[in-house]
């Protein structure tokens, strides 16, 4: 399975002692030279002072010898390196309760999360040493500006910057032409895949062919950057605006102001470092996202994707053991010693596949902090944002969270059919230019570049070539004039049917058509609901007296579409999209349409079903059999009947929302019906006239590119009621008045989306 981030390879981030001036943290003065080194000190002054008397933790009648291991505190952290292996250790707070306690792994570390801000010691357990006294602080200790000014990082190549906690995240900076032509307007990179690798500057060309400087950051725990690997913690947000800050300061940097640019890895992290509010970042341009790590990629419906959420879970793992990527060895290799201390921490990083594990259910102190929707309000600079309805990795569910992004002054954001890589495919990427020109360059865009990249990135990533002349539509403006235009076009821009654009090859990643949009959800949708009817039917009026029955069997179907062969980016990408057998699916089908209907947005499938085992998984799919009896697949939706309890609250009559708590549980009751609301993923198509609209419900699995689920199902059966006391129905976003293209895309034409022959 290809990695998340299609421009480069699994790959993946340092530490160094630093200084701070004084801070107050709950009432404490702290000299910040002592909070982040504390090696051995040999005298009381080396320790944080207080307005009052500190009473020192009564560990002893007499003080304990000073440790020569490094104590690193950090934000609710605290770090110990360079100690015996095997050594026993108490972190001891200032009342003297234990905070944590563990034993030094064989490269001498150990590290505790999770504490509290306060004043801490690190003491041996068996009483032969103690550390000096340690501040650990929280997010709202920020270090003076002079901590950024002061560094002095490559201009251009390979090196480190210093976060507020000493560790040092490797970097590589690449610049569009010579030094003395600068100041560049610049972009950076933040993930834990191998940015700063300095033998892959793939990503980095793409910018500095448009005349950006590119900087790449690796996250702590990652590559030979420094610190212990945990998937976006508070130290990895943090650490990120640590980087923006010292990058900004650069004097090669323009404006001191930079972008963030990236996709997936590296699109998601801009979320969590731009709601951290960094001064001197100009904008951030996060593209095919998630909106919640936890319920709409790892368990969307309650049901765990074992198919890619799982597994890129645990290659972060593989890559962020030491010297998990093969280039921070060839580095320590070579006599880079920065790196080779920077994987002191590895053999701390959390087991994240056992903590999946140990997390059935969402809980809000483990979910919330990794779930973006809740925080991406606090984002305060503008934003592009892009990705696609069908992204067979990151899910396609992030238009949920579009309309949070309140606090950005200007929100841009172009959905499309397709996969992973669409959102920096050739039909996006003029408008992304453009945004960066505007918002990060501050000049009038000129697309003469963007047109000559787009004719290496599409054979590079999709496998053919896409021969077009980008429109520089704002030459002869100022740039108030261009910025101006810009700002007043609608936000939303919707492209369909990508891959069957006139003229090109048949999956080319060009759309045929777009419709823009004031904002999400779309203004102008209306909702249509269709009823589940006797014998298969689908309408707004048809019969409702009966039940349908299928056997809940995993077994029916591939577990996924797509099957490896070739790349699943390419546009002659061969699908394996297979009907289920006989009796193992509830399907329903529309009479032919008399008009042309298209849905942009979220749906509820509204089911009455029951089953003969206490509890049953869930999937619905949309698709479309057209003129010639054809079938294209659309979207689908997944529910764990169990976790079928609704956030009253937040749930509307489009989409149903589920928290999937452990108290939400409600087993199933063998033949009693219950309403299971089943959220259909955000999507848009187009269904012409003379087409119709199917509904299929099964078991999960084998409607997706790669993911798996870990269903409950085994061949139960399961009844879909639709009587007049049961109405089971669908509802859908339905946008009118749209001037639809004749003539329906040719069969297995449009990207993300695969094509059945009747």
Request: charged share 20%.
């Amino acid at each position: 399975m290809p990695d998340i981030d299609p421009l480069r390879s699994n790959e993946l981030p340092g530490e160094e002692p630093m200084s701070f001036t004084s801070r107050r943290i709950l009432g404490v003065t702290v000299a910040f030279a002592s909070i982040v080194t504390l090696a051995a000190c040999s005298s009381d002054k080396d320790s944080a002072t207080t307005d009052a008397p500190v009473t020192a933790a009564p560990t002893t009648l007499t003080p304990l010898p000073l440790a020569t291991y490094t104590v690193r505190p950090g934000a609710h952290q605290i770090a110990v390196i360079d100690a015996e292996p095997g050594t026993d250790l108490q972190i001891q707070a200032q009342d003297g309760t234990i905070a944590a306690e563990g034993t030094t792994d064989e490269q001498g570390s150990f590290l505790a999360r999770n504490l509290e801000v306060g004043l801490y010691k690190v003491i041996n357990t068996d009483m032969s040493a103690a550390s000096a006294e340690v501040v650990v602080y929280d997010a709202t200790f920020i270090p003076e500006q002079s901590f950024y000014a002061d560094q002095d990082l490559p201009a251009p190549g390979f090196g480190y910057l210093t976060t507020r906690d000493g560790t040092t995240l490797s970097i590589n900076v690449v610049f569009p032409g010579k030094v003395e032509d600068g100041p560049y307007p610049t972009v950076v990179e933040y993930s834990g895949y191998a940015p700063s690798n300095p033998d892959d500057t793939t990503f980095a060309q793409l910018f500095t062919t448009l005349g950006y400087a590119y900087v790449a950051v690796n996250m702590r725990g990652t590559g030979c950057s420094g610190g212990s690997f945990r998937y976006f913690e508070e130290s990895q947000s943090l650490d990120g605006y640590d980087a923006i800050e010292a990058i900004a300061a650069q004097p090669w940097v323009q404006d001191n102001k930079v972008g963030m640019v990236g996709i997936s890895y590296p699109g998601i992290s801009q979320l969590f470092v731009a709601a951290t509010q960094p001064p001197s970042l100009a904008a951030i341009t996060p593209l095919s996202v998630i909106d919640d790590s936890a319920r709409s990629t790892l368990r969307p419906g309650g049901i765990l994707n074992t198919g890619f959420a799982v597994k890129w879970t645990k290659e972060r793992m593989d890559s962020a053991a030491v010297y998990g990527q093969e280039w921070s060895k060839k580095m320590a290799d070579s006599g880079d010693k920065v790196c080779a201390d920077n994987q002191k921490l590895r053999l701390q990083n959390p087991d994240l596949i056992s903590e999946i594990n140990d997390n059935e259910f969402y809980a809000p102190e483990v979910g919330d902090i990794i779930n973006p929707s809740m925080f991406v309000d606090k984002i305060n600079v503008p934003v592009f944002l892009a990705g696609a309805w069908q992204d067979e990795q990151t899910g396609g569910h992030f238009p949920a969270f579009i309309d949070k992004f309140t606090g950005s002054p200007h929100m841009y954001t172009t959905l499309v059919n397709g996969l992973h890589t669409e959102s920096l495919g050739p039909a996006v990427f003029p408008r992304y230019a453009e945004f960066l020109s505007l918002y990060v360059a501050k000049k009038v865009p000129d697309l003469t570049a963007a047109g000559l990249i787009a004719t290496v990135l599409t054979p590079g990533i999709f496998g053919v070539a896409t021969p077009i002349v980008q429109e520089n539509r704002f030459a002869g403006m100022t740039f108030e004039q261009a910025l101006e235009i810009f700002e007043n076009e609608p936000s939303v821009r919707i492209l369909f049917e990508e891959g069957a654009a006139d003229g090109q090859a048949p999956g080319t990643p060009l759309n045929r058509w777009r419709a823009d949009f004031s904002s999400w959800p779309i203004p102008e949708a209306q909702i249509l609901r269709y009823k589940l009817g006797d014998n298969g039917t689908l309408g707004t009026d048809v019969a409702q007296t009966s039940s349908t029955a299928y056997t809940a069997d995993p077994s029916a179907t591939p577990e996924t579409f797509f099957q490896g062969e070739g790349s699943i980016w390419d546009a002659n990408v061969k699908w394996n999209w297979v009907r289920n057998p006989e009796g193992t699916a509830a399907v329903f089908t529309t009479a032919a349409l008399t008009t042309d209907t298209v849905i942009i947005g979220p749906g509820s499938a509204d089911l009455w079903i029951s089953s003969e085992a206490t509890d049953t998984d869930l999937e619905v799919t949309i698709s479309e059999i057209r003129p010639d009896g054809s079938e294209t697949y659309v979207q689908s939706g997944w529910l764990r009947a169990s976790l079928r309890a609704l956030n009253e609250s937040t749930s509307t009559e489009l989409r149903p929302v589920h928290d999937f708590f452990e108290s939400d549980v409600m087993p199933l009751t063998a033949g009693e019906p219950v309403l299971a609301r089943v959220e259909m993923f955000p999507v848009a198509h187009p269904f012409r006239a003379g087409s119709k609209i199917r509904i299929t419900i099964d078991t999960p699995g084998g409607n997706r590119g790669e993911w798996k689920f870990a269903t409950v199902n085994a061949g139960e059966k399961v009844t879909i009621w639709h009587d007049a006391k049961h109405p089971s129905s669908i509802a859908l976003s339905v946008v009118p008045n749209l001037d639809v293209p004749a003539g329906v895309a040719a069969c297995g034409s449009l990207r993300g989306q695969p094509c059945r022959q009747k």
